[in-house]
């Protein structure tokens, strides 16, 4: 099983759709959990942490599930600008500090 | 703000060739690092630093160099370039040392590399 896995994607929604990402770690220490955000040619960015009680900016839902290892991103109401690729990272912790980006999944908003 | 700073941004190499990528922050991060991207592979980590004069490799060192000489600078030298090294670079910083806090990772815009 790979560290953090994601589904490629792409996910093609019209303006307005809500749509949902998952993820999945095989470390059950992992200790912190994020959503970046990367556009076509750019540096990833964050978008949000993700915590064991779920989290909510705006349009946008995280949601942690500690038991099965899964991470969920919830994105309402879809923008054109939302178009992005979206990538699950994990810290596993430990002493190194390094952390383990999925392979993202990518979004495409139409009009 | 400067953040995080990549030199260059597009760079063609021919096979053998040797070249520095810069790194620079001007935010006092303890931790610096290097990653590469390509298609369907993600990002990987190249090496890593946790402070001046301490480096270590990451999940893809081979062919690459790097050193920490002060807490502002992490270059990444490609000793003898490889097609195989064609790839997009991203130098990150984020606070803290050997323990992440939750704190953000920055990345620079990124080095577009070529090798032909």
């Known amino acids: 099983r790979k560290e953090v896995e994601q589904d490629p994607g792409p996910f093609n929604v019209p303006e307005g759709a809500t749509v949902a990402f998952n993820c999945t770690y095989s470390?059950?220490?992992?200790?912190?959990f994020f959503w970046y955000r990367q556009d076509c040619r750019k540096e990833p960015k964050l978008l949000m942490s993700?915590?064991?009680s779920g989290n909510e900016d705006g349009r946008f839902t995280a949601q942690l599930n500690r038991a099965s290892q899964y991470i969920s991103l919830l994105i309402r109401d879809s923008k054109l600008s939302d178009s992005a690729t979206y990538l699950c990272?994990?810290?596993?912790?430990?002493?190194?500090?390094?952390?383990?980006f999925g392979k993202g999944t990518k979004l495409s908003v139409k009009p | 703000n400067a953040g995080v700073t990549q030199t260059p941004k597009f760079q063609v190499l021919k096979t053998g060739q040797s070249m520095t990528l810069q790194c620079a922050q001007d935010m006092n991060h303890e931790y610096m690092s290097w990653y590469r991207q390509d298609p369907g592979m993600g990002l990987r980590l190249i090496h890593y630093?946790?402070?001046?004069?301490?480096?270590d490799q990451g999940e893809v060192p081979n062919g690459y160099n790097v050193s920490r000489s002060t807490t502002e600078d992490f270059p990444l030298r490609l000793l003898s370039a490889a097609p195989s090294q064609t790839s997009v670079y991203f130098c990150?910083?984020?606070?803290?040392?050997?323990?992440?806090?939750?704190?953000?990772?920055?990345f620079g815009e990124g080095s577009w590399l070529t090798v032909v």
């Open positions: 470390n059950s220490a992992s200790q912190s």
């Open positions: 990150a910083s984020k606070e803290g040392g050997v323990s992440y806090s939750g704190n953000t990772i920055y």
């Open positions: 990272v994990v810290n596993p912790g430990g002493s190194q500090g390094n952390l383990i």
């Open positions: 630093s946790v402070g001046a004069g301490i480096t």
């Open positions: 993700v915590y064991s």
